[in-house]
């Protein structure tokens, strides 16, 4: 019939993710609202990806470039820089590298906004922190500072950015591939997406996000070899610790306070959506207090994999916060002031970004937040400078 012809399970596009995307993507000049995916990006040239969301633009799926240096030319695809949903009315098309999600078998042909999110919004949270997907009615989200709470034996809210829960798979997924972990603990600014212009304060930070628990199992039920909650040196298959149980050492917590810059160590508290950690709570009013005001990192935070990875899609190579491609994040110009290399030689730092699409890489936040010939960030917890 005439009025089925617009796509599959009745959807106003050819497959889910453009479903979602009808809303969900827009033509902006900065950030807005819940758009997670810039409009009329393209590769090679210096159309932007401006969303400022705390998971990232989709778009800079769509932005690759060149790499030239030593006798050599390649280039850097743009589907290696984050999940590669496919939304075909809006030029999204599966990873053409990876059939499987790494660590797991979840196929990258089925992948979708709702592989992560339900599109129904069915998951709730009750009053004790428990979820479910049948029970007390939902009257509220459950991902906000300005959300409502749940009314115990009265009403549930939804879970955090409606992510599906134990037991969730898409209905046109077929095999075996239900979620065994729910969804995580958090809960994100009212405003949530736009220019940030620190790294350590909250006001600055539009991306500052309070991760209480369970993100990284929350990634494991598609990258479930990924997971690693403890660390034993020279481990087989060892990749870096994330999980409820990879708690900060005391001298990691110590590091991540003190971290500035590359060669300063003078902060006290300086909590950075950059190189988030996790507060190890699911009590929300302790995680809205987080969002207000960071507290200095502990032996009681872990770190999860959002520590270093965006989760839909960044503008550096395997999704991560933050360029790894070189040794220096920033440079300097004649008079020492930081800025990002927008030079054409071998070393350049990113891949072909110009400064400004630097600067969206990283949500907005100007070279100058970083310092001149800052190295990468991972140094915010081990100080390797």
Same mark, same amino acid.
Request: some cysteine; aromatic content about 10%.
């Given at each position: ?9 009745? #959807? ?98 089925? #992948? &979708? ?29 459950? $991902? ?27 209905? $046109? #997924? ?19 997406? +736009? ?16 991760? +209480? ?60 959506? =950059?190189?988030?950690?996790? =507060? ?6 302790? =995680? ?11 032996? $009681? ?9 965006? &989760? ?29 290399? $927008? ?9 072909? =970004? ?9 949500? +907005? ?21």
């Amino acid at each position: 019939m005439p009025q089925y012809e617009t796509g599959p399970y009745l #959807l106003k596009a050819q497959d889910q993710s453009g479903s979602c995307l009808n809303c969900h993507q827009a033509a902006d000049t900065t950030g807005s609202g819940y758009h997670i995916s810039t409009a009329n990006v393209t590769p090679y040239d210096s159309t932007r990806a401006v969303e400022g969301t705390p998971g990232g633009d989709f778009a800079w799926l769509k932005k690759s470039f060149p790499l030239s240096g030593r006798n050599m030319m390649t280039t850097i695809d743009g589907d290696r820089k984050g999940h590669n949903i496919i939304a075909s009315d809006f030029g999204y098309t599966a990873d053409r590298t990876l059939t499987a999600a790494p660590g797991g078998t979840y196929p990258a042909a089925n #992948l &979708a906004c709702s592989s992560c999110h339900d599109p129904h919004g069915t998951y709730r949270r009750f009053a004790d922190g428990t979820q479910a997907r049948t029970g007390l009615p939902i009257f509220n989200s459950g $991902s906000y500072t300005s959300s409502a709470n749940p009314i115990a034996g009265v009403s549930a809210v939804g879970v955090y950015r409606i992510l599906g829960g134990v037991g969730y798979q898409p209905k $046109s #997924l077929a095999g075996s591939y239900a979620f065994v972990a729910p969804a995580p603990d958090a809960v994100a600014k009212s405003s949530y997406n +736009g220019v940030s212009t620190t790294v350590d304060t909250a006001a600055g930070q539009k991306d500052l996000v309070a991760y +209480g628990q369970g993100m990284s199992e929350f990634c494991a039920n598609c990258h479930t070899a990924m997971l690693e909650n403890a660390y034993t040196s020279g481990m087989k298959g060892l990749v870096h610790p994330a999980g409820n149980s990879a708690k900060l050492t005391a001298p990691i917590a110590a590091n991540y306070n003190a971290y500035v810059t590359s060669g300063v160590m003078t902060g006290t508290i300086g909590y950075s959506a =950059l190189a988030p950690y996790e =507060l190890g709570t699911n009590d929300y009013t302790t =995680l809205k207090a987080f969002v207000a005001s960071p507290t200095a990192a502990t032996t $009681s935070n872990n770190v999860l994999c959002l520590s270093c990875h965006r &989760a839909h899609a960044s503008g550096f190579e395997s999704m991560t916060r933050y360029s790894l491609t070189n040794e220096f994040m920033t440079v300097a110009d004649a008079t020492g002031a930081a800025l990002y290399d $927008s030079s054409t030689t071998e070393n350049k730092i990113n891949y072909g =970004l110009s400064v400004q699409q630097q600067t969206d890489a990283y949500n +907005g936040r100007p070279a100058t937040v970083f310092g001149p010939y800052a190295r990468n960030y991972c140094n915010k917890c081990h100080a390797k400078d």
